[in-house]
């Protein structure tokens, strides 16, 4: 299931939290505890349809908006299948699957490492919704 998605997100520039991943259209709960607020399991993040070659460039996405590389859902990955209009990269979960609460957050956030000029692509990333 497409948990969060964005599409057209900039590399032309690095920093935190460039882009925000609304989980569920910002429809994740947010109890007052992790115990009584929805939460979901990331299982894929796919990258797609680059503006152009942006092989170079390097993103990370954190469940926070501060950088806090601790806190990330997929660590720095540098999209070097990403050379042309139509392909794609399914890139690396950390930790096999991540869990994020409603608790603790509700987007997830795109971090740009190594920006590429006039670039853009889209992010998909799929879960599943749990109650624990």
Do not use: H, W
């Amino acid at each position: 299931y497409a948990i969060a998605s964005a599409t057209a997100v900039s590399l032309a520039a690095t920093g935190n939290a460039v882009v925000a991943l609304p989980i569920l259209s910002g429809g994740l709960t947010a109890g007052n505890s992790v115990a009584t607020s929805g939460a979901v399991i990331v299982r894929r993040v796919t990258i797609q349809n680059p503006s152009g070659n942006v092989g170079t460039g390097n993103i990370t996405i954190l469940s926070s908006s501060d950088g806090n590389t601790s806190n990330a859902v997929v660590a720095a990955v540098t999209l070097s299948s990403l050379t042309g209009t139509g392909t794609f990269q399914d890139v690396a979960v950390s930790g096999g699957n991540v869990i994020v609460s409603g608790y603790n957050s509700q987007a997830l956030f795109v971090k740009v490492n190594t920006a590429v000029a006039n670039a853009a692509v889209n992010i998909s990333v799929f879960g599943d919704v749990v109650s624990f």
